[in-house]
Structures are given as structure tokens and as C-alpha cells.
């Protein structure tokens, strides 16, 4: 299955430390999201990357957050001093649609962030 | 955003049909109507979308008000894996992000 990739799958730190995650998209996918999703919600959108260009940042992105996607291909997304409201879902997504409302969103199995 | 206003949840029998309804009364001309299902511990995953005209797929049909003031997601047959949460989004023509709800949680009985 060549699916889109999330490592690691669940991670437990404590308060103050960093995190950093990973997500491999679909490989010929030119469009990658991070989500993040807490208990009983929906997933809001963080950011978004068209190959290396990180092109749209939401609010919820604060300065402790910062994502990457060098060469275009997989993506990393830090959190840094991470705090208890940090803990939720993150979700990775990529596509290869001219747009998110003209075609699909390939999500992730998330990676799971417990800070203790 | 433009917003979507679903049932919490709905129950359904296995093999029924279930009709999933979706209100978006100020949807504008640009804006998609998509449908994804995230089972439990697992993403999101894309079920159909449709502009004007009602679509059909492998795994759902989707009818759209002839206003797309409101939508319905069709599962033919209900099984067991299909009970999900089930999020209707708009996703505006041009912006790069979908807009999740809460979604409606179905739940299928055996």
C-alpha cells in the first residue's frame, strides 16, 4: 500500500519538551496539509505546502510550531516546549487535485500526542 | 467559512439504505459539497463530492438540492464498516483547506 505515512504513530513527552513528526505523502502528490484533531472534534487545518512552498498557515499555528517540507517530498512538523493543549491528533494529508474543492484529500493514520 | 449544519447521529440496520443529510443554506456558487468518513482510530477518508449534479460512486451516491442549500449522502447498503463519522464539508473554490465539523457519528446495527 502506498498510501500517505505518519511516524511515529503515538507519542508521550512531557511538558516542555520537543516533538517532531513525520508524514510521507502519496509519492507523485504536489499538495500536503497537517491537521491537528482533539477528543470529539473534527480535524482543523494547520498548514499547507504546495511541493516546498508552505503557502498557507492557520491561526492555530503558533510560534511553537513549525512544519517543513524540504525537496517537496515528506514533511516534518515541530512542536517546540509543548504544553498540555497540545495534546491531540496530528493529521497529514496530501493531494494531487488542482484544488482541495475539485478533487480528494489522501489523509494519514495521524501520529497520537499525549503531553504529560 | 461557510458552514455546515449536521445530525449528531443516526442509526441504521445493516444491508438498509442510509440517508445522511447535510444543511449548508449559505453555500456560494464557488463552494463543493465533499463527504468524508473517519472510522475509529483512523483518518479521514474521502468519500464523493459534487458541484451541482448529484454524483454517484463506488461507495455513495451524494443528491443535491436543486438550490445546494442542502445535500444528502446515500449509502445503499449499510454494513458494519461503514459506522463512522461522517463529515460534510464545503470546500470553497480556491482555499487550500477543508473545513471540518463535528460530523454525524452513524452508528449500523447487525
Known amino acids: 500500500d502506498t498510501g500517505v505515512s505518519q511516524d511515529p504513530r503515538h507519542k508521550i513527552t512531557k511538558r516542555g519538551q520537543n516533538v517532531t513528526f513525520r508524514c510521507d505523502p502519496i509519492?507523485?502528490?504536489?499538495?500536503l496539509y497537517w491537521y491537528r484533531q482533539t477528543l470529539g472534534q473534527g480535524p482543523e487545518f494547520l498548514t499547507y505546502f504546495q511541493n516546498e512552498a508552505q503557502l498557507e498557515k492557520s491561526r492555530l499555528l503558533s510560534d511553537r510550531f513549525s512544519a517543513e517540507r524540504p525537496k517537496g517530498s515528506f514533511s516534518t512538523l515541530e512542536i517546540q516546549r509543548t504544553e498540555q493543549g497540545d495534546s491531540a491528533m496530528y493529521l497529514c494529508?496530501?493531494?494531487?487535485?488542482?484544488?482541495?474543492?475539485?478533487?480528494?484529500?489522501?489523509f494519514g493514520p495521524g501520529t497520537r500526542l499525549t503531553v504529560l | 467559512d461557510a458552514k455546515t449544519t449536521q445530525p449528531n447521529s443516526m442509526e441504521s440496520n445493516e444491508e438498509e439504505p442510509v440517508h445522511l443529510p447535510c444543511n449548508h443554506s449559505t453555500i456560494s456558487g464557488t463552494d463543493y459539497i465533499h463527504w468524508y468518513r473517519q472510522l475509529p482510530s483512523q483518518g479521514p477518508e474521502y468519500v464523493i463530492h459534487g458541484l451541482t449534479s448529484n454524483v454517484n460512486n463506488r461507495m455513495a451516491s451524494l443528491a443535491i438540492a436543486e438550490d445546494r442549500k442542502s445535500s444528502t449522502l446515500i449509502l445503499h447498503r449499510a454494513t458494519l464498516r461503514d459506522a463512522a463519522v461522517y463529515y460534510c464539508i464545503l470546500a470553497q473554490g480556491g482555499s487550500e483547506k477543508l473545513v471540518f465539523g463535528k460530523g454525524t457519528k452513524l452508528t449500523v446495527n447487525p
Open positions: 509519492s507523485e502528490h504536489n499538495r
Open positions: 494529508a496530501s493531494s494531487l487535485a488542482p484544488s482541495p474543492a475539485e478533487g480528494e484529500q489522501f
